[in-house]
């Protein structure tokens, strides 16, 4: 009898990549990680089109960065909020498989979004960005873009609902720092 052939002996050791068994069988998405796809979805503009299986890849990536990456479910959902509410990464950040992505210099975009996100949280906000009060009402005249607390130039905001401001405040036409 001939002897097998290294490579079909290998393969009848440890199998097929066609091998069918349960290990190599996928996982089907975990709920935490369809409810994170259905909500990634949701902040994608309508005009994406997505592929058909778009969910399930969308919760796979999301268990694969619990499992494989050792990411925490607060973790993933901060960054992901951040980078998709950024002016410049909410046009670039289109599926999360990006977060396991590595950029040119290696360092995967998870990393990137999360270094960012720190940096532009630990900006301290300077004395121009005031609160112009005047009657009930105040409005933001300048304020530094933040996502986190979702501020936008110019809004209208009841100034009943600001914390800790005295009376004489909301009479007065002097700028406030927040």
Sequence with gaps: MPPRSTKASIEASIGTPNDTSPSREKKPPSPDGLAFADWFRSTLPESIRLPANWRESFAGTFDELLRLDKRTTDEIRKVSEWARADAFWSTNFLSP????????????YFDVFAEKMKAEDSKPVSAPHALRLGGRTAKIVSVV???????????RVNAADLPNLPEDDFNSQKDIPF
């Design 97 to 108: 498989a990006k977060l396991r992505k590595p950029n040119r210099d290696g360092i995967r």
């Design 145 to 155: 873009p933040n996502h986190h607390l979702g501020y936008r130039t110019s809004s």
